[in-house]
């Protein structure tokens, strides 16, 4: 059972926007600050977003992130094939004094 | 640019420990950074084991602490981990990463990047 709760499948046409949602409490994502990650089939995660809105050089910007109180939001626009993927949320755990990751959302671009 | 890249035996025998050590190219494991351990079992999400600094302090998962050790060799550019008392638990893919922490105002930032590979770790007689 994870700390942090993503639904654990979504689905949506290319094209189509989709966003995943990442529920925490006050003692994680409530007080901290949130990245998220992708990972393709057979590879490893990649970073996404950090500081809960930032994105690395070299991500588009068809990703974003947003926080509100103690929940997380990665939003996808414009849907690709090449965007079937697992996501991951992540934050750090006051009470845990741990990393904490999310449970995981399979993502299908159907 | 970073690169990471973990070596280690695929098979660790139960009630052994498992060892794993991830080479740093490309930057010194002393820059300002944290490096960690996050393990994938088979078909399931991702796990935090631990971290360690330049400096040879140690942030652990508190479910996996009493069984880990991670330490770094500078003169190798290099980190490792090893986790005692293995049972099929404890299969997984095993990728170490570079960590970035900051606090802004009492708030904990940390993000991972880049990663390596991952290597596959079974446990099994």
């Known amino acids: 059972q994870s700390v942090l709760t993503q639904p654990p499948s979504m689905s949506a046409a290319p094209g189509q926007k989709v966003t995943i949602s990442c529920s925490g409490s006050?003692?994680?994502?409530?007080?901290?600050?949130v990245s998220w990650y992708q990972q393709l089939p057979g590879t490893a995660p990649k970073l996404l977003i950090y500081?809960?809105?930032q994105r690395p050089s070299g991500i588009p910007d068809r990703f974003s992130g947003s926080k509100s109180g103690t929940s997380a939001t990665l939003g996808i626009t414009g849907l690709q094939t090449g965007d079937e993927a697992h996501y991951y949320c992540?934050?750090?755990?006051?009470?845990?004094?741990?990393?904490?990751f999310g449970g995981g959302t399979n993502l299908t671009v159907l | 640019q970073v690169q990471l890249q973990e070596s280690g035996p695929g098979l660790v025998k139960p009630s052994g420990t498992l060892s794993l050590t991830c080479a740093v190219s490309?930057?010194?494991?002393?820059?300002?950074?944290?490096w960690s351990w996050v393990r994938q079992p088979p078909g399931k999400g991702l796990e935090w084991i631990g971290e360690?600094?330049?400096?040879?302090?140690?942030n652990y998962n508190p479910s996996l602490k009493s069984r880990v050790t991670i330490s770094v060799d500078k003169s190798k550019n290099q980190f490792s981990l090893n986790l005692n008392s293995v049972t099929a638990a404890d299969t997984a893919v095993y990728y170490c990463?570079?960590?970035?922490?900051?606090?802004?105002?009492?708030?904990?930032?940390?993000?991972?990047?880049?990663w390596g590979q991952g290597t596959l770790v079974t446990v099994s007689s």
């Open positions: 990463a570079r960590g970035r922490h900051t606090a802004v105002a009492g708030s904990a930032s940390i993000w991972f990047h880049p």
């Open positions: 490309g930057g010194s494991i002393s820059s300002s950074n944290w």
């Open positions: 360690i600094y330049h400096s040879g302090s140690t």
């Open positions: 006050t003692s994680n994502i409530g007080n901290n600050y």
């Open positions: 500081d809960n809105i």
């Open positions: 992540v934050t750090w755990d006051f009470s845990l004094s741990a990393v904490v």
